[in-house]
């Protein structure tokens, strides 16, 4: 986006907020329901102010990096025995395609029998989420290597872990961090959902009693929150997926 | 017997070993019953309930139905208008992709506040939930058409209205069926979950209500006619994508 | 004991070299019998119809394939495996790895071999300018032109100072005229090195431009059908490629790869 057009947008969004608070006041939107920006802004700062909402985002963003950190590491592992053992990949491929297309969420219900309502259902159900995306992008970064390489490698005299260190490892980064930057945005949608559904702590718990009890603006308030939030995380991993990518040729 | 053919037989295999466990190994009790009851028993609920079940789905279907005309018809609309201008496409797509990060599961208690427990909450949040993605994909598909195509139809004589009915729809057909494909089961999933986390009637709703008395058979017979669902659009789309891949222009 | 032909040590050395895959159960012969002394520091072309295992030969030679039948040898010694330090290979395909700036390209093989990389860097850099790509070093593949990766690929097959350098139709995917400039760019770098080079190519023309000896191969299963002395003169110029004798030469060629081709 070049910088004029930036300026556009944020002149756009800045009209936006103004209208929303002129039609407010006008009445010509119920306040009670979508409160002006005026009252919304208060309502963040003392939200940001509170311990205990700061006790929440944190009981969620521990929730969030736990299944994250684990999820990870052992969907790319799954992923790459998949993509190089033969016929255990091929057996177990479709198996983990079909598992990908079927939706995570509606077994939520079953975690919270098995756990019950505690923060390792919420780290167990945002670990089964992220799982599938993290599987199928090992799976994708280990068939991206360009078999010639190899080959090249092999010529040039490599060991195997000369080939895993120089050519393996380089070609595989950037579908996996895309990867990861995926598995994390399905996995803070997961472990919100939870705490929606059903918790005793974080923020996407207080998100809904702030719903239930109608305090919009602190419910409002708490949508920015996560939303700066999650929007923040996926910029900075996209900002390293870029620096790493960098020797893709533009398509 | 061919290597293929091998294959074959070992994924059955594993399908079938599979299945059998999910009725063996809790009738066995190594896996507590509360946890996944055995695969008959989920079925045998499905059966005993199928009244229960049956009239919780004309309101679910009626707001997937809902949300699918608003989710994807709206997000093949602004997809293919986003992707019409090259400035739009500059500027729009990338904040669209970055709204993708936003987790917006957030946004149904707001929906709870604004239409109530009704059916029209669900549709409300699921036609949001399906519309950044369904615009993305369509967006990326219509931006991938060849452009010789379009300069041979107008050194051809085409009017613009002919290049746009004979050349633009049935080349980005194949990425707008993709579309459906993807908004239709994120529709399903929207609305299902949704359900769950509020509304007083609905598969998701009974899903939940099941949950509630610790009957893990009920909430297992829920989940299979939700697979069910998600199943048969996703072979239905995938066939009506077969037919259409020919016309995806390389 | 060494190899001989004529007085001259043979540096490659293929005896009774017959090769085969096995594709879903089915034997599928590539190479039959094939005896072949290549004399350090001769350029030898390799050609032959579509299939008829050129590209089989030279991986055998490059020790990335152990032969069926019969042995291969380098300097006297069985190869069994890549000598990444006797015998450098370019691809038809560069093949570099693209998040690896041209001098790093070309100094991979010595970064495997544990070589520091100031010494590297030099060695590349000097590789790099015998192939006229000074200036060049820190470019992405993907910021190179075609006929450039392959001047970084020929790079990297000499930065170790192979005796021998390996060539699998290495400019059949670049156009007509970067062909030609790369064809006497590559006479240049060998008349200075004097390596021995194998040089599979698809073009007759090419073959008998190039080379010192053509090796025509038989259609499929490969076997040596003809063995022909260029003595055209050096250096080579475009002007000979009009001449009568390259057209003899060529004819002959041609001769063997027409009855093969309709079979």
Known sequence: MRRSERLVVAAAALGAVLGWEALVRRGWIDGGLAPAPSVIAPALVALLTRPEVLTSLGVTAWEILASFMIAVPVGFFIGFTLAEVPFLGGLLRPLVNFLFGVPKSIFLPVFILVFGVTITQKIAFGVFTTLFVVITGGIAAVESVPRELLTVSRVYGATRWQMVREIYLPAMAPILLESARLGMIFNITAVLLCEIYGARDGIGYRIAAWGENVQMPQLYAALLVVAAGAVAVNEALRVVEARIGRWRSVP | ?250 | MIPTVGGAKALLSLRSVSHEFVADGLRVPALEDVDLDVPDGQFLAVVGPSGCGKSTLLSLIAGLRRPSRGTVFCGGEPVTAPMPRKIGMVFQEANLLPWLSAIDNVAFPLKLRGVPARQRREAAARMLALTGLAGFEDRLPHQLSGGMKQRVAIARGLVQDPAVLLMDEPFASLDEQTRMVLGDELLRIWSETRKTVVFVTHSLSEAVYLADRVVVLSARPGRIVDDIEVNLPRPRTFSLTSSEHFGTLRERIWRHIRSGERR
Not at chain 2, 221 to 226: C, E, P, Q, S
């Open chain 2, 1 to 250: 017997m061919s290597a293929p053919g091998r294959l074959r037989l070992g994924q059955v295999g594993l399908g079938l070993v599979l299945l059998g466990a999910w009725e063996a190994l809790p009738r066995l009790g190594l896996v507590p019953r509360l946890f996944v009851p055995p695969l008959s028993e989920a079925l045998g609920t499905l059966v005993a309930e199928r009244r229960e079940f049956a009239s919780s789905l004309p309101t679910t279907l009626g707001e997937i139905a809902a949300a699918y005309v608003l989710a994807c018809g709206g997000g093949v609309l602004i997809g293919q208008a986003v992707a019409a201008s090259r400035t739009a496409r500059r500027v729009v797509l990338p904040l669209i992709r970055s709204a993708y990060a936003v987790p917006l599961v957030v946004l149904y208690p707001v929906m709870m506040v604004w239409f109530g427990l009704g059916p029209e909450s669900k549709v409300a949040f699921a036609a949001v939930y399906a519309f950044v993605p369904t615009v993305l994909t369509v967006a990326a598909g219509v931006g991938a058409l060849n452009p010789a195509l379009a300069e041979t139809a107008r050194a051809l004589g085409a009017t613009r209205l002919q290049q746009v009915v004979y050349i633009a729809l049935p080349a980005s057909l194949p990425s707008l069926v993709a579309a459906l494909r993807l908004g239709g089961a994120l529709v399903i999933v929207g609305v299902i979950v949704a359900e769950m986390l509020g509304a007083a009637a609905g598969l998701g709703f009974l899903i939940t209500r099941y949950r509630t008395l610790l009957n893990s058979a009920g909430v297992y017979a829920g989940i299979i006619l939700v697979l069910a669902m998600t199943g048969t659009h996703e072979a239905l789309l995938r066939r009506l994508e077969r037919r259409v891949a020919a016309f995806r222009a390389t």
